[in-house]
């Protein structure tokens, strides 16, 4: 992380910065706020209930609340958390829908954490969550055939997904080596897209240009650009306004220069 980036909650300012930048959102008629984070957003529960506290003295003017999460702190306690705040949406991040085991081993769960995704999806669902499947596209995938993603969502309970493409920062990073090593081929993306093409309904397209389609009762999204670093059409369109750690508010997750105040 940047210097800046630091958690600095108990700046005596801390809270009073971050409601004129909520208050800024608002005037940029957003409607959504995902909770997300460079690790698990519930490691930062502190953080979370102030930002609750916040929005429910503003009268909660963002209606669409969703946490993405690897599912590995979805406890019992911090579900109920999550509800009580107003969360609508659960989006699990994952990198094998199909095995367990390996979905463990390729985000790095500890053994005492591990979970079941069926087990998780009933917990979330028993709760009254949406669950969006927000899938990265790892080469684990590259035997599987379109279909079987949706056949897939509809035995876990889930409502939504999201095609998720592999980012890397060509800086060099273990990181960025690792995602050229295991991402999915491009042929193997394109042959998703078109299937979703061939056999979604196109409902509408997002405000950064992805088009929402809906296979078989799931909503359907391919996120190309999930750091937003592509030069989009309409550059006065902001995909993301992110309020980091220092409660700041930034346009990038990648660029310390997307400062916007």
């Not at 930048?21 to 959504?32: E, F, G, K, M, P």
């Not at 999550?82 to 979905?103: A, K, P, W, Y």
């Not at 369109?237 to 105040?261: A, C, M, P, Q």
């Given at each position: 992380l940047f210097d800046s980036y630091i958690n600095k909650m108990d700046d005596p300012y801390f809270i009073s910065d971050l409601k004129r930048?909520?208050?800024?959102?608002?005037?940029?008629?957003?409607?959504?706020i995902i909770l997300t984070g460079t690790g698990e957003a519930l490691q930062n529960i502190p953080y979370l209930s102030t930002l609750d506290v916040i929005l429910k003295n503003m009268n909660n003017p963002f209606p669409i609340i969703e946490l993405q999460t690897s599912g590995v702190m979805l406890t019992d306690e911090n579900l109920k958390f999550?509800?009580?705040?107003?969360?609508?949406?659960?989006?699990?991040?994952?990198?094998?829908?199909?095995?367990?085991?390996?979905?463990m081993e390729i985000i790095g769960v500890h053994p005492t954490l591990q979970f079941k995704l069926m087990d998780i999806c009933k917990k979330i669902i028993?709760?009254?969550?949406?669950?969006?499947?927000?899938?990265?596209?790892?080469?684990?995938?590259?035997?599987?055939?379109?279909?079987?993603?949706?056949?897939k969502a509809k035995e876990l309970g889930a409502t939504q997904i999201t095609f998720r493409e592999l980012y890397n920062s060509n800086n060099n990073t273990n990181e960025d080596k690792w995602v050229i090593k295991n991402k999915l081929r491009s042929d193997q993306m394109?042959?998703?897209?078109?299937?979703?093409?061939?056999?979604?309904?196109?409902?509408?397209?997002?405000?950064?240009g992805a088009t929402v389609?809906?296979?078989?009762?799931?909503?359907?999204?391919?996120?190309?650009?999930?750091?937003?670093?592509?030069k989009d059409v309409n550059d006065e369109?902001?995909?993301?306004?992110?309020?980091?750690?220092?409660?700041?508010?930034?346009?990038?997750?990648?660029?310390?220069?997307?400062?916007?105040?």
């Open positions: 930048r909520l208050n800024y959102a608002v005037l940029q008629n957003i409607d959504t999550l509800r009580d705040m107003g969360v609508s949406t659960i989006s699990i991040s994952v990198s094998n829908l199909f095995d367990d085991d390996r979905n028993d709760l009254g969550f949406n669950i969006r499947l927000s899938l990265n596209m790892t080469n684990d995938y590259v035997k599987i055939h379109p279909i079987q993603y949706f056949n394109d042959f998703i897209k078109k299937f979703i093409l061939e056999n979604g309904r196109s409902l509408y397209k997002l405000p950064f389609y809906s296979i078989n009762g799931i909503s359907t999204v391919v996120d190309s650009d999930c750091m937003n670093i592509k369109v902001l995909k993301y306004l992110i309020l980091r750690e220092n409660g700041k508010l930034y346009t990038h997750w990648d660029d310390e220069g997307s400062l916007r105040f």
